[in-house]
């Protein structure tokens, strides 16, 4: 890889950092800081780890490790789905049974 182009490439990603914080800061358009992540992600794994220009089962396995990560994130992500909030030790009235 040619020095200029891991200089600008390290540029593009300082920009969309920046672009990153000033969207989070922003309540209307929250929802698209993660595709200027996904964004970030896909120009290191094409520059940096040479993905574009890769033959053979590299780029198999490298789709295959982000559907993984899909999965185990998505699947991570549940957990706050399936809680409850229930209160634990409720008071009850003399004479009374909690069943």
Do not use: Q, Y
């Not at 595709?35 to 040479?50: C, N, P, S, Y």
């Not at 549940?78 to 909030?85: A, N, P």
Request: net charge positive; with cysteine.
């Amino acid at each position: 890889m040619k020095p200029w182009l891991a200089v600008l490439v390290w540029l593009a990603l300082l920009v969309l950092v920046g672009v990153e914080v000033l969207l989070a800061r922003l309540p209307a358009v929250r929802g698209v800081v993660p595709f200027v992540g996904i964004g970030a992600a896909l120009l290191v794994a094409l520059t940096f780890m040479r993905l574009g220009s890769s033959r053979g089962l590299v780029p198999v396995f490298a789709l295959v490790a982000a559907f993984w990560l899909c999965i185990m994130l998505g699947l991570g992500s549940l957990d706050s789905f399936t809680r409850h909030d229930i209160p634990v030790g409720m008071r009850t009235e003399p004479g009374m049974h909690a069943d």
